[in-house]
């Protein structure tokens, strides 16, 4: 019975190790596979990469795919130059616009009008007793003037009661001294 088990068990065991053997035997094979698909795939690749080269080649030398190529040029061409014209037109047409008669009265009357409402919004405010945006805008001005100059004033009373405070502490110094 021992060696029956004995046995069984060394069955069991080389079976184990065979399948760990074909195993590690599949890995092995499976990475050569890999391998030799990998330079088949560069192969494939290159091969089709010099036939796309070479029908683009014989592509070039033929007739008609020269004529489509040199039509496509002046075609392009064509449109550079009627997009080219087309600025200029535009440009041309916009000076005379702006420089059109109609066109400057607008523009004075625009410019008299904006003048006209400026007046009569600051006159309404003076009325109101309102201040405009640029009074508030120099008040501010002022204001931040005199905060910093007030800053100023407090650090010098500061620097005063600091310099107080030392004459006071040599005067008690020199006394302890002649005492």
Known sequence: MAKARAKSTNLFEEGVERTREVIHQIGE?????????????KELEKTAERRIQKLRTELRKNRWVKQAEKRGKELEKAADQRRKDFEKRATRLRKEIESSAPVQRVQELRADAE????????ALLENLRIASQGEVQKLERKVNGLQRKTVGQAELEKLERK?????????????????
């Open 115 to 122: 003048k006209a409402f400026v007046e009569q919004v600051e």
């Open 163 to 179: 310099i107080n405070t030392l004459q006071r502490r040599i005067r008690e110094l020199e006394n302890s001294q002649a005492a």
């Open 29 to 41: 094979d499976l990475e050569e596979i890999q391998k030799r698909a990998e330079k088949r795939r």
